[in-house]
């Protein structure tokens, strides 16, 4: 199937450009004049997105070539698609800056190029003038493809804008379709896992549209429309016997089987998830229901648990303090349930966690191990799962792709699995215990249905 989506990409030269700002600001102006936009991050980020669904009200999408592969990055930037005329999709890192340092594999640029999507390219000028060209010249000629076709200039000088747009278009002959000027204000802030979420900053979407209302002063509206409408067909050339990611026949479901009843957390400590995954689960035949390990006095009426990723160390006394809940976890835990954990999910079932001021809380004890900050990044990056001893969910030869990022690690990660780093690198991760199945990796549950057609079956 191949279907006309108009859409851009919002890319830099590097990681700190501004790219989640505009993106957000572009969409509050996308919608203000009339437009159903669909959004997407590159790689696996979960916090951009959130910053999106905020913006939007409606769930945003990742793009990940080692998650995903090819068709799973088409099948997702057309599930987004649907009742939408436009899409934003917001880049990763550098522009060129991929999988691994020496290649463009799965980066923002690779992305442009298996979706073929045009690029808009922002850049910080903070700091600098003529050199904003240079720069501008210097990707340009890098870009093999010819996928940058626009500019947005942020944190300009209004008095060097106007000349530094001309320079840029008579020299380079690429549009510059916008122009940010440095704002007082601090908009985004940072923490150790990248940006603070949306739901930490006080009236956050009325500083998007301070952004927004700045941004739209000095954008060419008719000439962005323009570009994201030379956009190519997304193409689905998949065989339907194929299908990797055919969720209802790989779980041997049908759409009349009884729902099963999935509880997932979901509040200000848990709250990092893929949309495929929860797309996945319903597929196959998952009712879903969101609870909070901190606000929630007991589990709701459900007979299996995910406990996603997210910042429970931030919330360990309000973890610790909510007694009832952790009982309820260990009776399900010791009576067989089903429980999906990874990266805060799993440090939550762990004996105890420590709060970033070093004090301990005793957690729900459902697994052993104590976690802490570290002073670096444990281990990061894109993985491979596969099983080196008896569990419930990987078996054989079975692989899941997942990902890892966290300053935190605890003292018992666990040996049930191996995950091998795509250079070769592996080591041993993820706890059993009974129906449990916790570690630090972040699961793309696509790239590996069975997992889920177990989590569901048993």
């Given at each position: 199937?191949?279907k006309?989506?108009?859409?851009?990409m919002?890319?830099?030269?590097?990681?700190?450009?501004?790219?989640?700002?505009?993106?957000?600001?572009?969409?509050?102006?996308?919608?203000?004049?009339?437009?159903?936009?669909a959004?997407?991050?590159?790689g696996?980020?979960?916090?951009?997105?959130m910053?999106?669904?905020?913006?939007?009200?409606i769930?945003?999408?990742?793009?990940?070539l080692?998650?995903?592969?090819?068709?799973?990055?088409?099948?997702?930037?057309?599930?987004?698609?649907y009742?939408k005329?436009?899409?934003?999709l917001?880049g990763v890192?550098?522009?060129y800056?991929?999988?691994?340092?020496?290649?463009?594999?799965?980066?923002s640029?690779?992305?442009?190029?298996?979706?073929s999507?045009?690029?808009?390219?922002?850049?910080?000028?903070?700091g600098?003038?003529?050199?904003?060209?240079?720069?501008?010249?210097?990707?340009?000629?890098?870009?093999?493809?010819?996928?940058?076709?626009?500019?947005?200039?942020?944190?300009?000088?209004?008095?060097?804008?106007?000349?530094?747009k001309k320079?840029i278009?008579?020299?380079?002959?690429?549009?510059?379709?916008?122009?940010?000027?440095?704002?007082?204000?601090?908009?985004l802030?940072?923490?150790?896992?990248?940006?603070?979420?949306?739901?930490?900053?006080?009236?956050?979407?009325?500083k998007?549209?301070?952004?927004?209302?700045?941004l739209?002063?000095?954008?060419?509206?008719?000439?962005l429309?323009?570009?994201a409408?030379?956009?190519?067909d997304?193409?689905?050339c998949?065989?339907?016997?194929n299908e990797p990611?055919?969720?209802?026949?790989?779980?041997?479901?049908?759409?009349?089987?009884?729902?099963?009843?999935?509880?997932?957390?979901?509040?200000?400590?848990?709250?990092?998830?893929?949309?495929?995954n929860?797309?996945l689960?319903?597929?196959?035949?998952?009712?879903?229901?969101?609870?909070?390990?901190?606000?929630d006095s007991?589990?709701?009426?459900?007979?299996?648990?995910?406990?996603?990723?997210?910042?429970p160390?931030l919330y360990?006394?309000?973890?610790?303090?909510?007694?009832?809940?952790?009982?309820?976890?260990?009776?399900?835990?010791?009576n067989?349930?089903?429980?999906?954990?990874?990266?805060?999910?799993?440090?939550?079932?762990?004996?105890?966690?420590?709060a970033?001021?070093?004090?301990?809380?005793?957690?729900?004890?459902?697994?052993?191990g104590?976690?802490?900050m570290r002073?670096?990044?444990?281990?990061?990056?894109?993985?491979?799962?596969?099983?080196?001893?008896?569990?419930?969910y990987?078996?054989?030869?079975e692989?899941?792709?997942?990902?890892?990022?966290?300053?935190?690690?605890?003292?018992?990660?666990?040996?049930?699995c191996?995950?091998?780093?795509?250079?070769?690198?592996?080591?041993?991760?993820?706890?059993v215990?009974?129906?449990?199945?916790?570690?630090?990796?972040h699961?793309?549950?696509?790239?590996?249905?069975?997992?889920?057609?177990?989590?569901?079956?048993?």
């Open positions: 199937m191949c006309g989506f108009p859409r851009f919002i890319c830099a030269p590097s990681s700190g450009s501004g790219k989640t700002l505009i993106t957000c600001a572009l969409l509050r102006i996308l919608e203000r004049h009339g437009h159903r936009g959004s997407y991050k590159c696996p980020d979960y916090i951009d997105p910053f999106h669904s905020k913006v939007l009200s769930p945003s999408r990742n793009l990940d080692f998650l995903m592969g090819e068709e799973g990055i088409a099948r997702a930037l057309e599930k987004g698609s009742d005329d436009i899409g934003v917001e890192m550098g522009f800056d991929g999988m691994k340092a020496d290649s463009v594999e799965g980066s640029y690779d992305i442009c190029r298996i979706t999507t045009p690029a808009i390219l922002v850049v910080n000028c903070r600098m003038s003529k050199s904003v060209v240079a720069l501008i010249k210097g990707f340009a000629d890098y870009d093999k493809e010819g996928l940058i076709k626009g500019v947005i200039l942020n944190n300009v000088s209004p008095m060097i804008a106007d000349s530094l320079d278009e008579d020299e380079l002959r690429i549009p510059v379709i916008g122009m940010l000027p440095k704002l007082s204000e601090r908009f802030e940072s923490r150790h896992l990248g940006l603070v979420m949306p739901s930490e900053i006080e009236d956050v979407l009325a998007i549209d301070i952004v927004a209302a700045s739209e002063k000095r954008l060419d509206i008719d000439k429309i323009k570009i409408g030379s956009a190519g997304i193409k689905r998949i065989s339907t016997d990611y055919s969720s209802i026949k790989a779980a041997g479901l049908s759409h009349d089987t009884k729902p099963v009843k999935v509880g997932i957390a979901m509040d200000e400590a848990f709250c990092f998830y893929y949309q495929d929860l797309d689960l319903k597929e196959m035949g998952a009712e879903i229901t969101f609870f909070s390990p901190i606000h007991k589990l709701p009426d459900v007979s299996r648990i995910i406990l996603g990723g997210g910042y160390e360990a006394r309000e973890l610790a303090d909510n007694i009832s809940m952790k009982m309820d976890i260990v009776r399900a835990a010791d067989g349930m089903p429980i999906l954990a990874e990266c805060g999910g799993f440090m939550y079932l762990q004996d105890s966690l420590s970033p001021d070093g004090a301990s809380y005793k957690m729900a004890g459902v697994l052993k104590s976690g802490s002073d670096r990044l444990g281990h990061f990056g894109y993985v491979s799962v596969s099983s080196i001893s008896d569990n419930p990987l078996q054989g030869t692989e899941l792709k997942a990902h890892e990022f966290h300053y935190y690690d605890t003292t018992d990660n666990g040996d049930t191996l995950l091998t780093k795509p250079s070769g690198r592996s080591w041993q991760g993820m706890q215990y009974k129906n449990v199945f916790a570690g630090f990796a699961l793309y549950y696509p790239s590996c249905p069975i997992l889920i057609s177990r989590f569901m079956e048993l």
